[in-house]
């Protein structure tokens, strides 16, 4: 009776795995042919990873130049979006009584808000202020929807901290930065550590923020790159390459945190 | 420490000018006219406009539908992944998380060029399961994290005092995870009335959800109209964030690993 149950648990959640992966390996194994459209076998060939790494393929600069804009954008939002949060949640966390509640209510709206929405909004502020969309305005949008996810993630490490350590090492005669520098930070890294990680992959993700807050001067992500490449017709062929590469890296980079996790907790 | 809590004000500002300031634009947008003055003929004229009422009919349908599917399909999944006796390896639920660090567009695309190569038409139907494909990890993340959390001395308790599995399902379990239900609910629900280019590629461009009509206006330069547009969803959003209570403690902690 257990047994059966195991089993039945088991095959259901394979299954649902392998729907969830089945347009992930079908993109990786077309990767390894040369045809353009997608559903195409023309034989294997290693020639779209070679075109990709060569540079060799129309309109390369463009792809090479959406991913790295992505990359750059995440970086930077993401970066900003830490300090900004880790900033925020210390004194979030030190406000009483209804500034506390309002603060929290107004980190909220980012979370709740569909990206559409965010997007638009977005979009009408800068209309607004007439300022000329591009790199600025992408960046200010995703530190926008960023930080809110960094503040909620410091937040739990400052009401685990105990307070009085800040003021011994101030008592013990360490400046404010010192004591900033060896005592809060330490505390509340793990906190801005997943609230960055959250962060980055959110904006690698994003789509439609960026799509109506970069403007018309022609700035691309790779969102943005492959949603008007398919709206045109024809996705450029090393896009299979790229994503494949993409998420070996990433499964590598999960498999080794959580083995390094589980090996701690058997520890513990 | 008084002043530690000056920290927030840079934030406060930014929240003002980034948040706050925004939203009220679309507000102000929706009851302008081309020229700048005050109308409400953006609001009458979806109410009136058949196209947009049917479209907005079916966004809600298909995100209602969505939502259904994946608590159905994602609830057993969650509730696996956190029973101990069933699953013992944290690297499964790393696996169901996994396929949301890769483009949520490509994997879209490869998913309608799978429906292609199968023969199967696109429509209302690889519609939902697309879109069903792209949410279920947001549904079953927050089920699974309360459920694991889930003190499970309650549930021996009911089954000490003569329960049967079902009931202690029924009336322990369940009602306990449903802030995990509501987090996927929240998750779920309104991005799937608000995509755009998810809904064109899985069907073609054959049938047009809320997000694509909004986005057409505001491309289109059609601003105001599409400010308005945007302001009937956030009503939406109020009046859903009312009922669900506004809890997204759980929500912020839906893609880390």
Redesign the interface.
């Known amino acids: 009776m257990r047994n059966k149950r195991k089993i039945f648990a088991r095959i259901y959640l394979w299954i649902i795995l392998a729907v969830l992966y089945a347009p992930i390996v079908f993109i990786a194994v077309f990767s390894f042919t040369e045809a353009k459209s997608m559903g195409n076998w023309t034989g294997f060939s290693m020639n779209l990873y070679k075109n990709l790494f060569t540079g060799s393929m129309q309109n390369s600069s463009g792809l090479l130049s959406a991913v790295q804009n992505t990359l750059l954008i995440a970086l930077v939002a993401s970066v900003v979006a830490t300090f900004l949060g880790t900033v925020a949640a210390i004194g979030i966390f030190n406000l009483k009584g209804r500034r506390k509640a309002t603060m929290t209510f107004l980190n909220n709206i980012p979370m709740i808000n569909p990206d559409i929405i965010t997007g638009v909004s977005l979009f009408l502020l800068f209309v607004f202020l007439h300022i000329s969309q591009g790199y600025t305005t992408v960046i200010l949008a995703h530190i926008t929807f960023c930080t809110p996810y960094v503040v909620l993630n410091v937040i739990p490490k400052l009401s685990q901290m105990n307070p009085n350590i800040y003021e011994a090492a101030l008592d013990l005669g360490a400046t404010p930065m010192q004591a900033l520098r060896k005592v809060l930070v330490p505390a509340l890294r793990p906190g801005m550590i997943s609230g960055f990680i959250l962060s980055f992959t959110m904006s690698l993700d994003d789509f439609a923020v960026t799509f109506f807050t970069r403007g018309t001067i022609g700035l691309d992500t790779l969102s943005t790159y492959i949603y008007t490449d398919a709206r045109k017709g024809g996705l450029t062929p090393e896009l299979k390459p790229l994503m494949t590469i993409l998420f070996l890296i990433i499964l590598a980079v999960l498999l080794v945190i959580n083995i390094r996790q589980s090996k701690n907790n058997d520890k513990k | 420490?008084?002043k530690?809590?000056?920290?927030?004000?840079?934030?406060?500002i930014?929240?003002?000018?980034?948040?706050?300031?925004?939203?009220l634009?679309?507000l102000i947008?929706a009851l302008q006219d081309n020229s700048g003055h005050f109308t409400f003929a953006n609001i009458t004229k979806f109410f009136s406009d058949g196209d947009s009422l049917s479209t907005f009919a079916l966004s809600i349908e298909v995100a209602i539908e969505n939502t259904l599917l994946c608590i159905l399909?994602g609830y057993?999944?969650a509730y696996?992944?956190a029973?101990k006796?069933?699953?013992r390896s944290?690297?499964?639920v790393?696996?169901?998380i996994?396929?949301?660090?890769?483009?949520?567009?490509?994997?879209?695309?490869?998913?309608a060029?799978?429906f292609?190569?199968a023969g199967i038409p696109l429509g209302k139907g690889t519609l939902l399961f697309g879109m069903c494909?792209d949410y279920?990890?947001f549904m079953i993340y927050p089920i699974y994290n309360v459920l694991n959390k889930m003190d499970k001395s309650y549930a021996e308790a009911a089954q000490d005092l003569g329960a049967t599995p079902g009931e202690v399902f029924r009336k322990v379990t369940l009602p306990l995870s449903m802030p995990g239900v509501m987090s996927g609910v929240?998750m779920v629900f309104?991005?799937t009335?608000?995509?755009?280019?998810i809904s064109?590629?899985l069907t073609n461009n054959k049938i047009k959800l809320f997000?694509t009509i909004?986005?057409e206006n505001?491309n289109n330069s059609m601003?105001n109209y599409?400010?308005a547009l945007?302001l009937i969803?956030?009503v939406i959003?109020g009046i859903t964030?009312f009922f669900q209570g506004?809890d997204?403690?759980e929500?912020?902690n839906g893609?880390?690993?």
Request: charged share 5%.
């Open positions: 420490m008084n530690r809590s000056n920290w927030a004000l840079p934030y406060f930014f929240l003002i000018l980034f948040v706050v300031l925004p939203l634009l679309i947008y399909i057993p999944a696996i992944l029973d006796s069933l699953n944290a690297v499964t790393v696996l169901f996994l396929p949301m660090w890769i483009n949520a567009l490509m994997r879209t695309l490869a998913t060029e799978l292609n190569m494909y279920l990890p929240m309104m991005p009335v608000s995509t755009f280019a064109e590629f997000g909004i986005q505001i601003w599409g400010a945007a969803m956030l959003i964030t506004g997204t403690e929500a912020a893609g880390v690993i």
